[in-house]
Nanobody, 125 residues
């Protein structure tokens, strides 16, 4: 069984930085797509970023381009999301998820198979 565990969330101020980490266990991820999504109260879960494990091809939602960076550590089986210039509207629970390597559209939450429990990110103004 696949397990995803996020960490690194917290309370920060506007323009601060934060790095989230997702540890993957239970199966090899050398060919998966790893994604980060977020959800705030009253809103649907939205795509933030994704990376193809084998090629390290990365994808970003428009609202995080230039501010967030996704990366994976092959040795540690982790995926990180470096978040810079945080804004109050970035406040949400952030989730990591894994999907099939054959996924062509990486931004649909419904296409991801396994999810972590989420980590809260709160950005104060």
């Amino acid at each position: 069984q696949v397990q995803l565990v996020e960490s690194g969330g917290g309370l920060v101020q506007r323009e601060d930085s934060l790095t989230l980490s997702c540890a993957v266990s239970g199966r090899a991820v050398d060919s998966a797509v790893m994604g980060w999504f977020r959800q705030s109260p009253g809103n649907e879960r939205e795509f933030v970023s994704a990376v193809r494990w084998s090629s390290h091809t990365t994808y970003y939602a428009d609202f995080v381009k230039g501010r967030f960076t996704i990366s994976r550590d092959i040795d540690k089986n982790t995926v990180a999301l470096q978040m810079n210039s945080l804004r109050p509207e970035d406040t949400a629970v952030y989730y990591c998820a894994t999907a099939s390597p054959y996924l062509s559209i990486v931004s649909r939450a419904s296409d991801y198979e396994y999810w972590g429990q989420g980590t809260q990110v709160t950005v104060s103004s």
